[in-house]
């Protein structure tokens, strides 16, 4: 499989990337500015960082990131099992 998909959340770069070894389960990572690459074995994931317009909930200004997956190497399950542990972990962290 090689696809794209992009995910909004709210939450800070710094942040995102403080948090992402627990989301990425065996996946070594390296970070190059707002490029992150994913590695398990000759599975590879690139997530872009695209940071967004902060939004407004009254009188907070809430930061945004979007952030897109480019999966190589795998296929359409092992994907889809990786973003379903993608998505536990923000639920568990509370993201948005």
């Known amino acids: 499989m090689a696809g ?3 995910r909004e959340v709210q939450i800070r770069k710094d942040e995102f990337i403080r948090q992402l070894p627990g989301a990425i389960g065996d996946f070594s990572q390296s970070v190059d500015g707002d490029v992150i690459d994913l590695r398990d074995g000759n ?7 695209v940071t967004q317009d902060e939004q407004e909930v009254g009188p907070i200004d809430l930061p ?16 889809r099992l990786f973003m379903e542990g993608w998505d536990q ?4 962290m509370g993201g948005g």
């Open 4 to 6: 794209l998909l992009v």
């Open 43 to 49: 599975k590879h994931i690139q997530l872009k960082l």
């Open 64 to 79: 945004m990131l979007q952030v897109h997956f480019v999966f190589e190497n795998m296929t359409d399950d092992e994907a």
């Open 89 to 92: 972990h923000k639920m568990r």
